[in-house]
């Protein structure tokens, strides 16, 4: 089944500790996409990568690391989580047709809470 | 920045009656826009698109409008039913590969 999956659904943890979300997906998808949405404000988009070691800031990187060392896998990662950084975040995939970004595939979503 | 403005941020509508809701997009580079509709739970699942070339499109009971000149796109869903119910989300990209989304809209559909 062509999907794209998060890992953990749910955290608790505490400022400062270091973690790591992660995404795969298996339709082989060039591009991966980082967002955290917030209530009133929607979707916004952390960071992006268009290719295997090709990443780029989206609106909202401060505070984020992410990295793309393999096509399938694009992790997410707080070096030293804040309350501010508690959200919902979903990683998404999509084919890149002659430049052009395609209808995204999203993953189930991560609940982050930073106490 | 680049921003899309979403409107309505709620709407309710009687089972049957037509809902319409509105984006307005700010890059005039933008070339792709989408809409997302968001179960409770889930990730956001694409519902209908368009590229900046075509003017409408439709795909049953839903269709979206473009108009490039005022830069402002709308979905429109006509016979609604209790599971239209959801968030929606619009969104605008370009060829830099960044994705803007609205700030969605809560539709409500009574039965």
């Known amino acids: 089944e062509a999907q794209v999956t998060q890992n953990p659904r749910y955290l608790i943890t505490v400022t400062g500790k270091k973690l790591t979300v992660t995404c795969s997906q298996n339709?082989?998808?060039?591009?991966m996409s980082w967002y955290r949405q917030d209530p009133g404000l929607g979707l916004r988009q952390i960071y992006y990568?268009?290719?295997?070691?090709?990443?780029d800031k989206g609106d909202v990187p401060e505070g984020y690391k992410v990295s793309r060392k393999e096509k399938r896998n694009f992790p997410l990662i707080l070096e030293s989580p804040s309350p501010n950084q508690t959200s919902l975040y979903f990683c998404a995939s999509t084919y890149t047709t002659s430049g052009r970004v395609d209808e995204q595939f999203f993953g189930p979503g991560t609940r982050l809470t930073v106490l | 920045g680049e921003n899309v403005e979403q409107h309505p941020s709620t709407l309710s509508v009687q089972e049957g009656d037509s809902a319409v809701i509105k984006c307005t997009y700010s890059?005039?580079?933008?070339?792709?826009f989408p809409w997302y509709k968001q179960e409770l739970g889930k990730g956001p699942q694409l519902i209908i698109d368009i590229r900046s070339n075509v003017g409408e499109k439709k795909d049953q009971r839903i269709a979206v409008t473009l108009n490039k000149t005022a830069k402002h796109f709308s979905l429109h869903i006509t016979e609604t039913q209790p599971e239209d119910s959801a968030v929606y989300f619009c969104a605008a990209s370009s060829g830099s590969f960044k994705t803007i989304f609205g700030a969605g809209t809560r539709l409500f559909v009574k039965a």
């Open positions: 990568s268009m290719n295997v070691e090709v990443t």
């Open positions: 339709m082989n998808h060039e591009y």
């Open positions: 890059d005039s580079a933008s070339n792709y």
